[in-house]
């Protein structure tokens, strides 16, 4: 854990895809800018399902199960709702994308499970891959700039 609570793992993932920008049929989701455009405009779109969508996109195409969103984004011993607080931000991200539980174009759940990012991602990046990403002690390797987390 970072002194914020957050883990190693996520910090990681975060700063590993800084820079890096995602194509979303009409949509695009600048990290760095922490924004989400629709044809140039900027929507609006609170931390906790920004993260989320942060999230369901660096693992597109694949399960996120319920168990590693709260993991990922909450920290641990946070007294709350966690499913409340999954379910509310699927809802945003879903309202904001104009997607549909029962007929989804971005979002899959997959019940019981988790949930899905189902919609055609581009990598927009066009930064210099070859400056170093990040050096710790923890033992971890220079990565590349832009590289995502799979």
């Known amino acids: 854990m970072t002194g914020s609570g957050k883990s190693l793992e996520f910090v990681l993932t975060t700063i590993k895809s800084a820079g890096v920008k995602y194509g979303l049929l009409e949509f695009e989701l600048d990290v760095d800018a922490y924004e989400l455009r629709r044809n140039g405009q900027r929507l609006r779109l609170a931390r906790q399902p920004m993260d989320l969508l942060l999230l369901l996109l660096s693992h597109a195409g694949e399960l996120v199960t319920r168990e590693e969103i709260a993991k ?12 409340a607080g999954i ?36 990598l927009l990046d066009d930064r210099d891959r ?13 990565a590349q700039v832009g590289a995502i987390d799979k």
């Open 130 to 142: 070859s400056a170093p990403l990040i050096r710790t002690s923890h033992g971890i390797d220079d």
């Open 87 to 122: 379910h509310t931000g699927i809802l945003r991200i879903r309202q904001v994308l104009g997607d549909s539980r029962d007929a989804p174009r971005y979002v899959e759940t997959v019940p019981g499970k988790g949930y899905r990012f189902i919609a055609p991602v581009q």
């Open 72 to 83: 990922r984004l909450w920290e641990r011993g946070v007294h709350t709702d966690v499913d």
